[in-house]
């Protein structure tokens, strides 16, 4: 199928940055974008909210700066994250600032509805919405959302149980529009697999983790690069949902990742008064099972450039 053109570029590769609770901001998402891939953060990062609009104009400011400059170089267009979950007491007010200025493309996590696809669709933008397995794909659809984000097992922060292969087979059958994979996408082979599964881009966030751009601990990063898929621990118990983490933040917060117990998922809470609260993603590190594939604290650029040689080589390796 054809992607539409907020997704399909001339992209330097078929990436999204995926959004990333308090690491991602206009810093790394400028930079994805200037590398030439699809940046996105979540709204609830810019705090507080009045920041939303202020994040929004400074990326599209140096971006439009970097074009400026050099003409010749592709800058991608990037994506808001809403959480759609009765909790988030400022869903409303982000939709205004996202429509104000036209955010080309809305990612929507934890609820899909109609009235939010229909505001994106006002100004002409794009609603992706991410998804754990074919049922929700399904409802997603049925709402008015233009694609889907399937969420597979080994994905950093909420993820699915699901197979890649098995989720994007089941979604291809019956959804030719867009459709991203997301799930311990770390390499550039991966972004190929990707692709050959049956999906349009890959939906890549921890590698993003241990970026300069990032804004994580030091620690967090290193811990990034440190560990491997064996260090990933999946647990309901910090937000309600079901998520992968690193289990030496687990330990470091003095507890054992090996007897966590369970959570209640209307425990999870997005509101505005939660932000000190919880401890999970400030304390206890989201990370998915593709983290083995980092091995150093670069540049988004360099990154980026790293993954490309991989995508190269293994489409040479495949095809000669
Ligand atoms: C630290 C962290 C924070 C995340 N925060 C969000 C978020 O705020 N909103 C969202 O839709 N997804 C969030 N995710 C999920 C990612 O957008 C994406 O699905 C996931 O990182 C992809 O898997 P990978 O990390 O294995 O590449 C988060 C993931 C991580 C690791």
Redesign the pocket.
Known sequence: MTLVPALAGPLTLPVVG??????SGPELVGAQCRAGIIG?F?A??ARPAALLSDWIQQIDEENASFAAADPDAYVGPFAV?Q?VHRSNDRLEQDMAVIVEHQVPIV?T??GARTEINDAVHSYGGIVLH?VIDDEFARKAIDKGADGV?A?AA??????GTQSPFALVREIRSWFDGPLLL?????HGSSILAAQAAGADLA?????F?ATHEANAAPDYKQMIVDSTAKDIVYSNLFTGVH??YLRGSIEAAGMDPDDLGVSDPSAMDFSSQAVDGPKA?RDI???????GAIEERVSVAALVQSLRAQYDQARKDLCG
């Open positions: 995926s959004p990333l609770f308090i690491c996105a979540p609830l990062n994250n959480i990612i996590s934890l991410d984000i969420v080994g994905a950093g922060g909420h993820a997301s799930g311990a996408i770390s939906y890549v966030g921890s590698a983790l998520g992968n993603w590190w989201g990370a998915g099972q593709g983290i």
